[in-house]
């Protein structure tokens, strides 16, 4: 076992307790800082992936937008939050407006669409955990996705690691396999089943298999498409802060995508 497995095992070993006590403990409140957090170091890493070896300077305004998005999420219906997107699209135009004006620059559009990309990608697609957080039995949809997600990925690393030969898409991800992905699929949805008896028992089996079977494969196209935004900018992982785990964009990659889908399976099929 190298170092770099042993890393991600002390780094899980620590880091799930403390998150399951803050989500099943913690008020709403704390959860949506916490995922405010999250949200503001993953739109740090994605700005240092875009900007590849370019020496740019950070944006702040994008920093910004990627506070306020959670913020308004929370104090706020989805109603006001669509409205908040609108607002904040035009507000990174006229900032990058002011932006060639002042500095007298060739326009950039490419950087421009980028960033209202991870506008969407980052701080909209993970506000979506505030909004099922106040869903009936909140805190065990929150843990549900993170079980979807985590024990697919555990399946899918050892899955891949014991039978996998046929490469995935190597262009993008060089290390996945079809066997992982296989693996990613059934570990998620036995998980899921497992959890959904104990824990969500109102919720039927059929409903439990097509959220984790579906979810999974979302989940799994998650992962791709930050990889490939990650060898777009040169780059292997987004950061370091999680030793064994890369960066937090890295943890969160299919994250943003299962919430979504998740909030409206239960919002327009479960509710």
């Not at 190298?2 to 913690?26: E, K, M, Q």
């Not at 993008?172 to 008896?197: D, E, H, R």
């Amino acid at each position: 076992m190298n170092a770099s497995h042993i890393h991600r095992w002390l780094t899980a070993v620590i880091a799930v307790p403390c998150l399951f006590l803050l989500i099943y403990y913690g008020s709403a409140r704390l959860f949506s800082v916490l995922i405010g957090l999250v949200v503001c170091v993953a739109a740090w890493e994605y700005e240092k992936i875009i900007h590849g070896q370019s020496k740019l300077a950070r944006r702040w305004e994008f920093l910004l937008t990627a506070l306020i998005i959670p913020v308004v999420t929370y104090h706020q219906d989805f109603r006001h939050l669509s409205i908040m997107i609108a607002l904040l699209f035009i507000f990174l135009i006229l900032c990058d407006l002011f932006r060639i004006r002042k500095n007298q620059g060739n326009p950039d559009i490419g950087m421009l669409t980028k960033y209202v990309l991870g506008m969407i990608y980052i701080p909209v697609l993970m506000s979506y955990f505030i909004l099922i957080r106040r869903f009936e039995n909140g805190n065990m949809w929150i843990f549900f996705i993170l079980l979807l997600a985590f024990s697919g990925d555990v399946a899918a690393f050892y899955t891949g690691k014991l039978f996998g030969k046929t490469k995935l898409m190597p262009s993008i991800s060089p290390n996945k396999t079809v066997a992982g992905v296989i693996g990613l699929v059934l570990g998620s949805v036995t998980a899921c089943l497992v959890f959904g008896y104990y824990f969500l028992p109102d919720i039927s089996v059929l409903h439990i298999l097509a959220m984790s079977f579906l979810g999974s494969i979302i989940g799994q196209l998650g992962d791709l498409f930050e990889s490939e935004i990650k060898r777009a900018g040169g780059i292997k992982d987004s950061g370091n802060i999680l030793p064994g785990h890369g960066g937090m964009l890295d943890r969160i990659d299919c994250l943003l995508f299962i919430a979504p889908f998740i909030y409206y399976y239960y919002v327009y099929i479960v509710g």
